[in-house]
T-cell receptor, first 112, second 113 residues
Framework: DAGITQSPRHKVTETGTPVTLRCHQT?????MYWYRQDPGHGLRLIHY???????DKGEVSDGYSVSRSKTEDFLLTLESATSSQTSVYFC???????????FGQGTRLTVV | AQSVTQLGSHVSVSEGALVLLRCNYS??????LFWYVQYPNQGLQLLLK??????LVKGINGFEAEFKKSETSFHLTKPSAHMSDAAEYFC???????????FGAGTRLTVKP
């Protein structure tokens, strides 16, 4: 996993509550990504970061926000969780454009 | 924005048969292209990548892919499937002037004994 750690690995939460997922990397990669994986949709990009405090929206950013105050940490927040956000969330990190992305083990989030 | 389309959500082959997984991309500028593999309950790992050097790219575990600009394709092949190749495979694209990376919907490969 090249030093990518996601926490928590599993979470069950109630509709309407805020949730924060954490991604931590130890390799000083500049780029970091949050994806969600759902059957039939593959991985869809939620948000990404290309440096500390530099973030941008991906394909499915509604209802999500991110923050990156340090190179090693990239936080994904579900502002008010909904059942449609039940998914497996993956974090990835890469040194630069066109370079290999290294993935965490995923976080399985269930919103009830 | 760039995108990839993977044709076939499920592919089934017999052990020893040719594996062909299809990927077509859409990009307005030269792309970086990748194939990743995901084993059950794990994250993704890189099989191979195209970054505008050779058009035929060799990866790990005997996989290779050929970049065909005229067909906007980057299909993944392996001459002889092994049982251990059963997994989900994802094609991904990034552009040299863009900071994000987009994935296809994935193709689940089943290998029959």
């Amino acid at each position: 996993d090249a030093g990518i750690t996601q926490s928590p690995r599993h979470k069950v939460t109630e509709t309407g509550t805020p949730v924060t997922l954490r991604c931590h990397q130890t390799e000083n990669h500049r780029y970091m990504y949050w994806y969600r994986q759902d059957p039939g949709h593959g991985l869809r990009l939620i948000h990404y970061s290309y440096g500390v405090k530099d973030t941008d929206k991906g394909e499915v950013s509604d209802g999500y926000s991110v923050s990156r105050s340090k190179t090693e940490d990239f936080l994904l927040t579900l502002e008010s969780a909904t059942s449609s956000q039940t998914s497996v969330y993956f974090c990835a990190a890469a040194q630069g454009r066109g370079t290999e992305a290294f993935f965490g083990q995923g976080t399985r989030l269930t919103v009830v | 924005a760039q995108s990839v389309t993977q044709l076939g959500s499920h592919v089934s082959v017999s052990e020893g048969a040719l594996v062909l997984l299809r990927c077509n991309y859409s990009s307005s500028v030269p792309p970086y292209l990748f194939w990743y593999v995901q084993y059950p309950n794990q994250g993704l790992q890189l099989l191979l990548k195209y970054t505008s050097a050779a058009t035929l790219v060799k990866g790990i575990n005997g996989f290779e892919a050929e970049f065909k600009k005229s067909e906007t394709s980057f299909h993944l092949t392996k001459p002889s499937a092994h049982m251990s190749d059963a997994a989900e495979y994802f094609c991904a694209v990034s552009e040299y002037n863009n900071n994000d990376m987009r994935f296809g919907a994935g193709t689940r490969l089943t290998v029959k004994p």
